[in-house]
C-alpha cells in the first residue's frame, strides 16, 4: 500500500553543480534517520553549468527525489513556488542546496512540528561576514520585526518549515521568500525559531548580495499594506482622500476669506490656490478608489459566499466535525 508522505523538502538551486552531490549526500543520510516517509524536491531554477543533467542522474538512483526544472531563471521565490507546488508532504521544511544550511539540522525543524507548531524558522544566531553587513542584517531583521509584529530574530535565512495547509495558500513571487512566514499567519498560528548551523561557502559564489535585498524594501510596503487594509481598502485610500480634501479646502476658505476681506489672492497667493486645488482633486480621486476597491473586495467575498476573509483553521474544524459524526 502507498506510504503518504510526511515532510517534503524543498531546495531551490541556481548553478550550484559543485554542490550538488555533496549536499545530496549530507541530506540523503539525514532522511535515512529520520524514520518517517519523506521526499526531496530539487528546482533548478535556469542553471546553465549542467546542474539539471546531475539532478537528473540523482532522481534515477533515489525515488524520493524529484526534479523540476524552470525553462529560464526566475528567482528564488518562484522556483520555491514551483517546488511547493510539486510537493506532496503534509509539512513542507525549505532550505538552500549551496551547503551553507547543514541537513543535520532538519531533524530539529520535524521536532517542533510534531510539538504542533505551524511555522518553524532557522535561526542564524552566529553571524558570519563582516560588521557591516552583520549591522545590516540586524537592522533589517529589526525593521521587518516592527513593521509585520512578528517576532522573528532571522527573516532572510531560507531553512524554514510549515504545515503544507498554510504555506499552499500563500502566494509567493518577488523577493517575498523571506516574508513568507508573515504571509502565512493565520489566527492561531504557532510561530517558533530553532538555531541552525551556517556553514561557509565551499563552491560557487553568492547569487544573493546586498543590491539583490534592496527590492525587499518595495516589498515588505506591499505586504504593510496587504496585512491592514486588503479587507478594507476604504480605510486607507477614503483617510488619505479626505486627508486631501480638508487641508486643500481649509486652504481654498482662507483664500476666499482674503479676498472677501479685499486682499488680492492671486499674484502673491497664486501658487496656494494651485495647491489647495491639486489637494483637492487628488482627495476626491483617492476616495474614490477607495469605494472601487471596496466594491471588489465586497464582490470577491460574496462570490465566495463568506463575509469574512476565508481560515484554514475552519476546515481543520470542519474536518474534525465531519470525524466526530463519523465515530
Given at each position: 500500500?502507498?506510504?503518504?508522505?510526511?515532510?517534503?523538502?524543498?531546495?531551490?538551486?541556481?548553478?550550484?553543480?559543485?554542490?550538488?552531490?555533496?549536499?545530496y549526500g549530507r541530506l540523503k543520510e539525514t532522511l535515512d534517520?529520520?524514520?518517517?516517509?519523506?521526499?526531496?524536491v530539487f528546482v533548478d531554477d535556469g542553471s546553465t553549468d549542467?546542474?539539471?543533467?546531475?539532478?537528473?542522474?540523482?532522481?534515477?538512483?533515489?525515488?524520493?527525489?524529484?526534479?523540476?526544472?524552470?525553462?529560464?531563471?526566475?528567482?528564488?521565490?518562484?522556483?520555491?513556488?514551483?517546488?511547493?507546488?510539486?510537493?506532496?508532504?503534509?509539512?513542507?521544511?525549505?532550505?538552500?542546496?549551496?551547503?551553507?544550511?547543514?541537513?543535520?539540522?532538519?531533524?530539529?525543524?520535524?521536532?517542533?512540528?510534531?510539538?504542533?507548531?505551524?511555522?518553524?524558522?532557522?535561526?542564524?544566531?552566529?553571524?558570519?561576514?563582516?560588521?557591516?553587513?552583520?549591522?545590516?542584517?540586524?537592522?533589517?531583521?529589526?525593521?521587518?520585526?516592527?513593521?509585520?509584529?512578528?517576532?522573528?530574530?532571522?527573516?532572510?535565512?531560507g531553512f524554514k518549515a510549515y504545515r503544507r495547509e498554510l504555506?499552499?495558500?500563500?502566494?509567493?513571487?518577488?523577493?517575498?521568500?523571506?516574508?513568507?512566514?508573515?504571509?502565512?499567519?493565520?489566527?492561531?498560528?504557532?510561530?517558533?525559531?530553532?538555531?541552525?548551523?551556517?556553514?561557509?561557502?565551499?563552491?560557487?559564489?553568492?547569487?544573493?548580495?546586498?543590491?539583490?535585498?534592496?527590492?525587499?524594501?518595495?516589498?515588505?510596503?506591499?505586504?504593510?499594506?496587504?496585512?491592514?487594509?486588503?479587507?478594507?481598502?476604504?480605510?486607507?485610500?477614503?483617510?488619505?482622500?479626505?486627508?486631501?480634501?480638508?487641508?486643500?479646502?481649509?486652504?481654498?476658505?482662507?483664500?476666499?476669506?482674503?479676498?472677501?476681506?479685499?486682499?488680492?489672492?492671486?499674484?502673491?497667493?497664486?501658487?496656494?490656490?494651485?495647491?489647495?486645488?491639486?489637494?483637492?482633486?487628488?482627495?476626491?480621486?483617492?476616495?474614490?478608489?477607495?469605494?472601487?476597491?471596496?466594491?471588489?473586495?465586497?464582490?470577491?467575498?460574496?462570490?465566495?459566499?463568506?463575509?469574512?476573509?476565508?481560515?484554514?483553521?475552519?476546515?481543520?474544524?470542519?474536518?474534525?466535525?465531519?470525524?466526530?459524526?463519523?465515530?
Open positions: 500500500m502507498f506510504e503518504s508522505v510526511r515532510y517534503s523538502i524543498v531546495v531551490p538551486l541556481y548553478n550550484e553543480k559543485e554542490s550538488i552531490t555533496p549536499f534517520t529520520v524514520g518517517r516517509s519523506s521526499e526531496c549542467g546542474s539539471f543533467h546531475l539532478l537528473q542522474e540523482i532522481a534515477l538512483i533515489d525515488s524520493r527525489v524529484t526534479v523540476v526544472r524552470l525553462r529560464q531563471n526566475a528567482g528564488k521565490s518562484v522556483a520555491l513556488c514551483a517546488g511547493i507546488n510539486e510537493a506532496c508532504g503534509d509539512y513542507v521544511i525549505t532550505m538552500d542546496g549551496d551547503l551553507q544550511h547543514d541537513a543535520a539540522d532538519i531533524p530539529r525543524f520535524i521536532d517542533k512540528l510534531e510539538q504542533g507548531f505551524d511555522i518553524v524558522c532557522g535561526w542564524r544566531n552566529q553571524h558570519t561576514g563582516s560588521w557591516l553587513q552583520r549591522a545590516a542584517t540586524w537592522c533589517a531583521n529589526w525593521v521587518l520585526g516592527k513593521l509585520t509584529g512578528v517576532k522573528i530574530h532571522d527573516f532572510g535565512v504555506i499552499s495558500e500563500v502566494p509567493i513571487y518577488g523577493e517575498l521568500q523571506r516574508l513568507i512566514p508573515v504571509l502565512a499567519l493565520r489566527p492561531g498560528t504557532r510561530v517558533c525559531e530553532v538555531p541552525i548551523t551556517t556553514l561557509p561557502r565551499e563552491h560557487g559564489v553568492s547569487k544573493y548580495g546586498m543590491i539583490r535585498k534592496l527590492p525587499v524594501f518595495f516589498d515588505l510596503l506591499t505586504i504593510r499594506f496587504m496585512l491592514r487594509y486588503l479587507s478594507r481598502p476604504m480605510h486607507f485610500f477614503g483617510t488619505a482622500g479626505v486627508a486631501g480634501i480638508f487641508v486643500g479646502g481649509a486652504i481654498g476658505f482662507w483664500l476666499l476669506w482674503q479676498l472677501v476681506r479685499g486682499v488680492s489672492v492671486v499674484p502673491e497667493r497664486g501658487p496656494l490656490l494651485v495647491f489647495a486645488s491639486v489637494l483637492i482633486l487628488s482627495g476626491l480621486q483617492l476616495f474614490a478608489l477607495g469605494l472601487l476597491a471596496e466594491m471588489q473586495v465586497r464582490h470577491y467575498y460574496q462570490g465566495r459566499g463568506r463575509s469574512a476573509p476565508f481560515d484554514v483553521a475552519d476546515v481543520i474544524r470542519a474536518q474534525k466535525n465531519k470525524e466526530a459524526v463519523s465515530d
